[in-house]
């Protein structure tokens, strides 16, 4: 499995451009990819998905973490030039996609194979897990509801690996003692701190990073 990021506060490729926002891109074999939130903007967005080879109508599926602009700017300019994806939603989210397959998510659901939503938690975001060999990657959005119960609900899905997004103020580090890869994105704080703590398992995110699972 392999995790571009596509939209971000930093960029890691020169020709690409940052924003306040976040959106990632989940390729797995054989199968259609997977954006995961929108950014900010159409405009970035779409720059930076050309020039990493992303083809917008290509996409089968997106996942919104949650509603707020940084994460959705993107999504209908998205739904314009592409006519298959599924969608898949946070319950909270007040829109209405009509002729699209939508799925309103609340509950922990499966998206494909080894793919799976944590469920909309506390009422607010969903995560993504990614079932990978080297166990349970996780995605985050903003992480606005509680690292533990983020981390509680991917656990459910098997021993966790990694993890990558939007921390937000999160700051009880010892929460990712047991992980073995932390890619701090976005909103995150405390990325200094993260880094410094962990050192040796810990990625700069940034637009056009690419994590290899
Ligand atoms: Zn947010
Ligand atoms: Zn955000």
Redesign the pocket.
Known sequence: MKITIVYDNEVKKEELRAGWGFSALIEDENLPPLLFDTGADSPTLLHNMKRLNIAPQDIGVIAIS?A?G??TGGLSEILRMNEIAELYLPSSFRRAFPGREVTMVKDPVQIREDLFSTGELEGVEQSLALRTDKGIFVLT??A?PAMQSILGAAAKFGKLYGIAGGFHGFRSFKAFSDLSLICPCHCTMYKQEIRDLFKAKSLDCGAGLVIEL
């Open positions: 949650h707020h940084d994460h959005g903003c606005h």
